[in-house]
């Protein structure tokens, strides 16, 4: 097993665009490591670097301290799962799995252990003589991963493993890929836009945008402390608040005319801020508060279930806040939101970057 | 070179698919993702370019030389021909039988391609758009088996038909004893090639017809338009392109088609004499071929011309 | 159910019975001949016999003229097929300097370049290079004919097959040989399949190429072969002609029939559908 060293790396193509833009970036060895951000952000060109698929333009790639930058796919020691799967139409499931050690010629009598045994660990017994024609979407991946196990790589590449499966088939895949990682403990660094997926699955995830590294850290980091506000807008399943505020001197900042508590201490008083709070840390009250607050009226409460999304109306800003199914205000109830201060992050104006040494969290 | 009647030429986009779509998406150059490199595949492609210029780009070329030269098939000029610059071509404009295959076949594509596929192509599509399949498949099997047999069957199927003392033509019109082929040879040709080739044009604006939004056409039959009025006004705009595009190459398949020799020659005495009749006649009865070869090249450059045309329309289109 | 509306359907049916009648009269000619006692060039009800079956059978030239057939259309089948798939391969798959000009010209070519204008630098050339009277000279040409058209038809195909097969191979350590052979070569076989029953079936009714190139009898393809039978006229020719012309026919149709089936018009006459 491996750790993955990338440095300075950039992949500039013939007409112009900077796929991957100067990015550097430790994978540990075991880690279950998310690229994630949205299409075109260059996650996937990433990937199919490290694989040797595309060659780096500037900067170095290293697999298990070894230099694999300038190395042929096929030597670097890497497995890689296509989100077409790509099992070959004309091999059985079978021949499918041990493909990678028939390419290395291995004996015939090897390769069927190997398939029966790979098969077993996958819940794939009995269909090793299919086609992969013949399969479900949900035991085609297990065949890829099956093929991509056998070949006993170092590190383990997924290029949206979950996105060619129905919704409810996707929940059910994403447990048994986390449990067969840990099982396995293989290096994996997978390729995703869905922020949910990378917040279930990941040790630790890098934000991209536009071929930067945007964040880098633990789910939990990057979902309670986005370190800018393209971060804090593409986490999180309902969109975080983000609204114009100023800091006040007495620990505060004023928000949708009122006030929040904030970890002022570093900001000059005065300063103006973008305010961010998630929907989630909000707590609302239908009675009266003390301290800091927003004073609002309810507009519309949608139903998620086991919670509800209150927006409210304060002083003409609208704001999220999630309540518990059974306390679901009415609409045009007059309500009151406060907030823990180690909740409420404020962000440069102009920059998006997030204020205040202590609260930054880029690795 | 392919055969007479159908000569393959790659795909008009059909309506409502883009030709040619790139796996993989657009994300950047394309990727040589087996490894080939670039070495190897000019290697790959080297075997079809070396066949492709002997057999198709060379002869073109050669085509301009021939044409500049006295080269006959027997004589002396056979062993040793001199340039005889322009001369071919001055010949050519002043050569009234050359005139005349250029009016022919002028004729013969207006007739048979021009009009005759153009209007029995489309008017089969657009008939049949709402048949029940039994009907449409038979009618379509007799169509495109017209298409599908070897041309030197189909040409002597006609002649059998055309006959004068036997032909079935005359046991139905019952008019025994017309020699069709000697009184009226070029309206026999321009049946014939309308039967040959009217498939093509049927398949294209049977695929055409179904581009055109149902929804509009229902929005034309709730005002209470007409079918000439629907055709007006919903379904030529959709199709304008493809009417365009089908008829040019239809007309350049039929001014460049040997089978009118199959049937009559380019007789009796020239009278049905094509282009490509006359080419053969001329290089390789009157073995004159460096007259011919001019006259070829004449017909390239015209192939060239509408093959340009054609391409750009294609493109634009896609 | 108004008038004008039965009025219309009876048009109808009559315009579709003309148009059939229209393509089919001059076909049943092909039908009644070949098993007819006393065969004319007209259609009409055939007093059934084998006799000109047998005829044809004996015939010196007739079914010797199929093989020739075979030998000629086998060759430049597999020649077209072979060519084509390695250039459109390296062509789909590889940035090559030229190669949109190249696929331009190609494209070009396969319209400009017809038989009947380059008959006559084809003739010469064949004549100077010895190749006059030779079958194989006769696939030689054929196949630089259709190469172009293939190479664009094939590589449409292959683009369409997903790079993630060639690049899953690739990562799993497979060399270029071991990806085509293993991987590429299968899953393009039904491309493959169809190149070479296009080649087969257009070079099959080639009618010019082989009449420019061919002198002796015995080596003139079934194309030819008909021709100089009906210039050659005669009553054993009656005969002959029809059940010629059937047997000649079946292969094409069958062909046609195996290709639409599975891939509809899709290829012929180059409509992509």
């Known amino acids: 097993m491996a750790g993955i060293d990338i440095e300075g790396l950039a992949t500039v193509y013939p007409n112009g665009v900077r796929a991957v833009d100067g990015l550097d970036l430790h994978v540990a060895d075991g880690e279950f490591f998310a690229l994630l951000g949205p299409s075109g952000c260059g996650k996937t060109t990433l990937l199919r670097t490290i694989a040797g698929l595309e060659t780096a333009t500037e900067g170095t790639v290293r697999i298990d301290a070894a230099d694999v930058t300038r190395v042929e796919p096929g030597k670097r020691g890497v497995a890689m799962v296509f989100q077409d799967y790509a099992l070959f139409p004309h091999m059985s499931v079978s021949e499918n799995i041990t493909y990678p050690l028939k390419v290395r010629r291995v004996a015939a009598a090897t390769r069927a252990d190997v398939a029966s045994r790979t098969a077993g660990e996958l819940s794939l017994d009995g269909l090793l003589e299919r086609k992969p024609g013949q399969l479900s979407g949900g035991q085609q991946q297990r065949v890829a991963l099956a093929r991509a196990i056998a070949s006993e790589g170092k590190v383990l590449l997924l290029d949206e493993p979950l996105s060619n499966l129905d919704a409810r088939l996707r929940l059910e895949a994403r447990t048994f890929l986390k449990k067969l990682q840990r099982d396995l403990g293989i290096t994996t660094v997978f390729v995703t836009h869905d922020q949910a997926e990378a917040l279930a699955l990941a040790d630790r995830i890098a934000v991209m945008e536009s071929g930067k590294l945007r964040q880098l850290g633990s789910p939990r980091e990057v979902f309670a402390r986005p370190a800018n506000t393209f971060v804090a807008n593409f986490i999180g399943s309902t969109p975080m608040n983000l609204l114009p505020g100023k800091v006040l001197g007495d620990g505060t900042v004023s928000v949708a005319g009122g006030s929040l508590p904030a970890a002022t201490s570093s900001t000059p008083t005065d300063a103006e801020v973008t305010v961010g709070i998630r929907p989630e840390y909000l707590t609302l009250s239908t009675g009266d508060v003390n301290g800091p607050a927003l004073r609002g009226e309810v507009v519309v409460a949608e139903n998620l279930g086991t919670q509800s999304l209150v927006t409210v109306d304060c002083a003409g800003t609208l704001i999220g806040v999630t309540v518990p199914e059974e306390t679901e205000p009415a609409p045009g109830a007059p309500v009151a939101l406060t907030a823990p201060a180690s909740r409420v992050l404020l962000y440069i104006q102009d920059t998006g970057e997030l204020l205040a040494a202590e609260q930054a969290s880029v690795v | 070179m392919t055969s007479a009647s159908a000569p393959p030429v790659p795909a008009e986009p059909v309506p409502g698919r883009g030709s040619g779509r790139r796996s993989g998406g657009g994300r950047g150059p394309a990727r040589d993702v087996a490894g080939l490199g670039v070495g190897r595949a000019l290697g790959f492609v080297a075997p079809a370019m070396l066949l492709i210029g002997a057999f198709l780009i060379f002869p073109a070329l050669w085509t301009i030389y021939i044409g500049v030269t006295n080269y006959r098939l027997t004589g002396v000029e056979a062993v040793s021909p001199s340039i005889v610059g322009l001369s071919n071509y001055t010949k050519a404009l002043n050569d009234a039988l050359f005139h005349n295959a250029l009016w022919l076949t002028l004729l013969f594509v207006l007739g048979s391609a021009i009009i005759g596929q153009n209007v029995l192509g489309f008017t089969l599509a657009w008939v049949m758009r709402r048949t029940r399949p039994a009907v449409r498949r038979t009618v379509e099997a007799f169509v495109l088996l017209a298409w599908i047999l070897p041309s030197t069957v189909v040409a002597y199927l006609w002649v059998a038909f055309y006959d004068r003392d036997g032909g079935t033509l005359n046991s139905l019109l019952g008019t025994p004893g017309t020699a069709w082929l000697i009184d009226y040879p070029m309206a026999c040709l321009v049946v014939f090639n309308t039967w040959r080739g009217t498939a093509f044009s049927m398949m294209l604006y049977s695929s055409a017809l179904q581009a055109v939004p149902p929804s509009q056409l229902e929005s034309a039959r709730m005002v209470g338009a007409s079918g000439w009025q629907t055709l007006r006004d919903v379904v030529f705009p959709h199709i304008r392109g493809h009417v365009l595009t089908n008829t040019l190459l239809i007309s350049l398949w039929t001014a460049n088609d040997f089978s009118p020799f199959l049937l009559t020659k380019g007789g009796p005495n020239h009278e049905s004499e094509t282009v490509p009749v006359y080419i053969y006649n001329v290089a390789l009865q009157g073995g004159e071929l460096g007259y011919s070869s001019a006259i070829s090249f004449l017909l390239l450059i015209a192939n060239l011309l509408v093959s340009l045309v054609y391409l750009r329309l294609l493109r634009r289109r896609s | ?273």
């Open chain 3, 1 to 273: 159910m108004t008038t004008s509306f039965v009025l219309r359907r009876i048009g109808f049916y009559v315009l579709i019975c003309a148009i059939t009648l229209f393509f089919a009269v001059p076909m049943l000619w092909i039908a009644s001949a070949p098993f007819d006692a006393s065969p004319g060039l007209g259609v009409h009800w055939p007093d059934w016999t084998l006799e000109n079956v047998r005829k044809t059978l004996d015939h010196p030239y007739a079914m010797h003229s199929m093989v020739n057939s075979l030998l000629i259309c086998v060759t430049t089948a597999v020649a077209v097929t072979a060519f084509a798939a390695l250039a459109s391969y390296a062509l789909s798959r590889v940035r090559i300097p030229g190669r949109d000009a190249l696929l331009y010209g190609l494209l070009l070519l396969s319209s400009v370049v017809t038989g009947t204008a380059a008959m006559v630098p084809i003739f010469v050339m064949m004549f100077q290079l010895g190749l006059i009277d030779s079958r194989f000279g006769v696939a030689l040409v054929m196949t630089g004919g259709l190469l172009p058209a293939a190479i664009f038809i094939l590589k449409d195909f292959v683009d369409a097959v997903p790079k993630s097969y060639e690049e899953s191979a690739r990562v799993f350590g497979a060399s270029t040989g071991q990806i085509l052979r293993d991987v590429v070569l299968p899953v393009a076989r039904p491309g493959l399949a169809t190149i070479m029953v296009w080649a087969f079936v257009n070079s099959w009714g080639n009618f010019l190429v082989p009449f420019l190139l061919i002198r002796s009898i015995d080596k003139q393809p079934g194309a030819v072969l008909m021709q100089t039978l009906t210039d050659e006229g005669g009553s054993v020719n009656l005969q002959v002609l029809p059940v010629f012309s059937l047997l000649f026919s079946i292969p094409v149709v069958v062909l046609y029939l195996l290709v639409n089936s599975r891939y509809g018009f899709r290829f012929h006459g180059g409509i992509k559908s």
